[in-house]
């Protein structure tokens, strides 16, 4: 379960109590609070206490460094990536799920200024790489190609702090047989 003490000395509050929850991340103001219970993605807004579902089954979620805006990868089988801004409510879906692509979105991550975000495409067995989309929405943009299937994917792991670079590990080609 979740719970929440103001520092230095403030009195524990419990969130939660229905043992389901993990996972909790601060947004950047400290109003709210993001967590996964089971597989769904909730958020509380710690001054009104107004506890809110998003999206089942969430994959990943990552809040945004410049506001309370959380990015969220959400499904079974076909993903879509939106994101919520929590001061006026509102959800956009930047990548919608498509019947017929065989692709998924692998980990995300915002750039320094919060304007874009950058995110692991699998498409099939043989095509994987990085792509950036607007934070407002837009085209997507592809970043880097693997080359897979002749060389391992590509795995994310951030924005340099001034947002000039991507930074991810070229894996390895993994084998069946491993």
Do not use: C, H
Not at 59 to 88: E, H, K
Not at 126 to 134: V, Y
């Amino acid at each position: 379960d979740l719970w929440i003490r103001p520092l230095p000395e403030g009195e524990v509050v419990r969130l939660t109590d229905d043992g389901l929850n993990s996972q909790p991340l601060w947004s950047p103001s400290g109003r709210y609070l993001a967590f996964r219970k089971d597989v769904e993605l909730m958020t509380v807004d710690t001054a009104s206490g107004i506890v809110r579902s998003w999206t089942t089954p969430v994959n990943t979620y990552l809040w945004s460094p410049a506001g309370d805006v959380l990015a969220y990868v959400a499904g079974s089988g076909i993903l879509r990536l939106a994101v919520v801004d929590m001061t006026v409510g509102t959800e956009v879906t930047l990548i919608p799920p498509e019947v017929g692509v065989l692709g998924s979105i692998g980990d995300i991550a915002w750039s320094p200024d919060g304007q874009a975000i950058a995110y692991e495409w699998y498409e099939g067995q043989d095509m994987q790489g990085l792509f950036m989309i607007p934070y407002g929405g837009g085209k997507a943009t592809e970043l880097y190609a693997s080359g897979k299937p002749e060389k391992g994917d590509a795995l994310l792991a951030g924005w340099s702090g001034d947002g000039r670079y991507l930074l991810f590990w070229q894996g390895p080609i993994v084998s069946a047989s491993q």
